[in-house]
């Protein structure tokens, strides 16, 4: 008798081979708030650093020439700004330069050259949220057979098989596996991932919505709680 911590086992021809008890991971409750903090520091470790080299618009002659005790290059009492500007030949002066409205000038206000973009979340709630993750999308559990399809057609038509029997949805399908990468790669609709690189944003489409399909082969179930 299956309990409420087994699941059937499919095998290639798409019928029940068996059935492998779930684990406590299973039984982790939905929590939205988790998997949204999760995706979002996930995702902020994938942004690029923006910021201004501290010498942009710095590189040039130009100064500020006001004292009037200067015998050359001064501004007072020229009708000019009073703004730094290039030293050209022979004492003269040339254009505005560094102030930001200037050509070539700095930007009015860069943004930070180290600031810090990246989202923290502390170890316990990520993992406590690709649980959540885990438990709650709904998955199928398949034959490790499945990993020693070598063609993408048998890996499709398996696919297709468990969409026939109304096992998996028609939509995207995150594919978990222990070690071996499935041939899926040239599957558009098919993410397969390696249970050591499974990560909550695999689970997550648009807005923090749980993906619907999710297969798992019977030995990454097996390791789930080791290799996580």
């Known amino acids: 008798m299956i309990t409420t911590m087994d699941a059937n086992v499919y095998g290639l021809n798409?019928?029940?081979?068996?059935?492998?008890d779930l684990g406590e991971i299973f039984d982790t409750v939905l929590?939205?708030?988790l998997i949204q903090r999760a995706v979002v520091s996930e995702l902020?470790?994938?942004?690029?650093?923006?910021?201004?080299?501290?010498?942009?618009?710095?590189r040039t002659s130009a100064d500020y020439f006001a004292n009037r005790q200067r015998s050359f290059r001064v501004t007072v009492g020229r009708a000019i700004s009073r703004k730094p500007r290039e030293k050209l030949a022979k004492g003269g002066l040339g254009r505005v330069r560094r102030v930001p409205e200037s050509v070539g000038g700095?930007?009015?206000h860069p943004p930070e050259v180290n600031k810090v973009l990246t989202k923290k979340i502390n170890k316990k709630e990520y993992n406590f949220a690709l649980y959540s993750a885990i438990a709650n999308s709904k998955f199928v559990v398949v034959s490790d057979d499945v990993e020693n399809l070598k063609k993408t057609k048998e890996i499709a038509g398996f696919i297709n098989l468990l969409k026939e029997k109304n096992i998996v949805g028609d939509k995207k399908i995150l594919f978990v596996v222990y070690d071996n990468y499935v041939a899926a790669g040239?599957?558009?609709?098919?993410n397969v991932k390696r249970l050591s690189d499974l990560r909550v944003k695999d689970f997550v489409i648009g807005p923090c919505k749980l993906i619907t399909s999710v297969l798992w082969t019977k030995k990454a179930i097996e390791n789930l709680k080791t290799k996580i």
């Open 44 to 58: 902020s470790k994938t942004f690029q650093p923006q910021g201004r080299d501290p010498l942009a618009g710095l």
């Open 106 to 108: 700095r930007a009015a």
């Open 186 to 190: 040239n599957i558009d609709f098919i």
């Open 14 to 20: 798409g019928e029940v081979t068996g059935t492998i």
């Open 31 to 33: 929590r939205h708030d």
